[in-house]
């Protein structure tokens, strides 16, 4: 079933839809205002329905049915009281649980979302977008349509930028999109035009590597992991150039890897299924340029896409080879599965040399270790500056994309990577030595002279929740925009 979302004013979010959600805190769908809106019917007894649930951790709901009238249904959506200091305080995880069910079973619906203040929107927004996913090859109804609009009603009373709002979300669902995709749909060529199109509808200035002309540019990391896959691999420069830039210039890298299979250092049975979702990182910045394109960012980016396959074939990179990478340097490769981070070195090393941004950031689904690091939830971050780590921690509450400090220590982890033949390995001697932490120092290792601030965001964990992307990483790109 296809679905169009649209993010509306208050007042025609409560005129619309067959199903009516309101979903918020306890206190907040209690307001004069919310019962005003509802039909007198259910007013009657809202309280008593807002009152029998029960939140938890994850909210819980209630709904009633209606004879003859429309809405046919009111369901209610009840938030968690309480939120640590380590979660948003939107609570979007919980909108995305209760929404969920209720959604995917209705039909034109309209979700009433009761915020503490305006500034919860964009938090909110995505999290009830990742409540509808947006990909589907299933035969059943695939010709049938549907409408949702999201109301927002801010405690504080501030008006919610309904147009700001639907970018966010629309970005999110778009990586999201990406990430759900199979390889045998969005390969390495496929991703390159996706990028093509989405610049030549935005205006952004365009390049794009691929196949033998990487290993001719010395970008030895991206040929070495792609080459023997049947779609070759690809680096796509992206580049949003205001007429009259401010602030900071970004420099954003995704790890593009279309599917892993390990190369020949491969996966096993169950642990390959799924691995379509590791281009999770290249998803959020394509996603997220073309919504800072859209929101009329004044900063200049750069964004850069590590597009391969890592593939088993005549031509697949051994363990043992030594690869000559962009920054120069030499990697003796002693595992063909910890390949992101030999495209995504080539990635900031070419960003460094050709962009010198003011900051750089980094996106990948890099670590299993991540998720026994920082969780599911919350992505681990790695960076060199104090000033940055801290703002990326708030701006991660504020967006909905948590995240978490991991140590940022190189001469504890460059020693991990020592190799007899080549300048360093590519995979950790030690896996009990902070693994998620020493893969980001891999990527460091190539940043050369960089002066900059640099981010590392591992969001091997956050990027997917139950078989489906979510598109996590977009809301956190463009919230750092903020007033920088």
Not at 100 to 122: F, R
Not at 134 to 157: C, M, Q
Not at 252 to 261: A, E, L, P, R, S
Request: hydrophobic share 40%.
């Amino acid at each position: 079933m296809h679905t169009d979302i649209h993010v509306v004013e208050f007042a025609a979010a409560v005129k619309s839809g067959s199903t009516r959600i309101y979903v918020g805190r306890r206190d907040l769908l209690l307001s004069d205002q919310i019962i005003s809106s509802l039909p007198v019917v259910v007013a009657n007894y809202w309280e008593k329905m807002v009152n029998g649930c029960i939140p938890g951790d994850a909210g819980s709901s209630s709904g009633t049915w209606l004879d003859g009238s429309k809405p046919s249904q009111v369901v209610v959506c009840v938030l968690p009281e309480h939120c640590s200091r380590h979660n948003s305080p939107a609570r979007p995880h919980a909108m995305t649980h209760v929404l969920k069910a209720h959604i995917a079973a209705s039909g034109d619906t309209s979700v009433i979302c009761v915020l503490e203040n305006a500034s919860h929107a964009h938090a909110a927004a995505v999290a009830i977008g990742r409540a509808i996913p947006s990909y589907t090859r299933k035969s059943d109804g695939k010709d049938d349509s549907r409408s949702v609009r999201i109301g927002f009603l801010a405690d504080d009373e501030k008006v919610v930028d309904t147009e700001s709002a639907q970018i966010h979300l629309d970005a999110a669902r778009f990586a999201a999109r990406l990430v759900d995709m199979p390889a045998s749909e969005l390969h390495t060529t496929a991703f390159a035009d996706i990028a093509r199109d989405m610049a030549a509808k935005t205006g952004a200035d365009i390049q794009v590597l691929e196949a033998e002309a990487l290993a001719h540019a010395g970008l030895g990391g991206m040929w070495g992991v792609g080459k023997a896959a049947v779609h070759p691999p690809t680096m796509v420069v992206l580049e949003h150039r205001p007429d009259q830039p401010i602030g900071k210039t970004y420099g954003w890298v995704g790890k593009g890897i279309v599917y892993d299979t390990g190369g020949l250092s491969i996966k096993s049975k169950t642990g390959m299924p799924g691995m379509k979702m590791d281009m999770g990182g290249a998803a959020a910045v394509i996603a997220a340029f073309q919504a800072a394109v859209q929101l009329n960012s004044q900063h200049r980016i750069i964004a850069i896409l590590c597009l391969a396959e890592n593939s088993v074939g005549p031509e697949a990179t051994r363990p043992d080879d030594v690869l000559t990478m962009y920054s120069g340097l030499t990697v003796e490769v002693n595992n063909t599965d910890a390949e992101g981070r030999l495209v995504l070195a080539d990635g900031v090393a070419y960003m460094n040399a050709h962009y010198k941004p003011d900051v750089i950031i980094d996106l990948a689904t890099l670590t299993g270790a991540q998720l026994v690091a920082t969780g599911q939830r919350h992505a681990g971050i790695v960076c060199n500056d104090e000033a940055l780590e801290a703002r990326t921690v708030r701006v991660g509450r504020e967006s909905g994309d948590l995240v978490h400090p991991l140590p940022y220590c190189p001469e504890f982890f460059r020693k991990e990577f020592k190799s007899v033949v080549a300048d360093m390995k590519n995979s950790v001697k030690d896996r009990g030595n902070a693994q998620s932490s020493c893969a980001a120092q891999f990527i460091a290792n190539h940043l050369g002279d960089y002066a900059g601030e640099w981010l590392h965001v591992d969001l091997a964990g956050p990027a997917w929740q139950g078989e489906r992307g979510t598109g996590f990483g977009t809301n956190l790109l463009l919230g750092l925009l903020d007033g920088q």
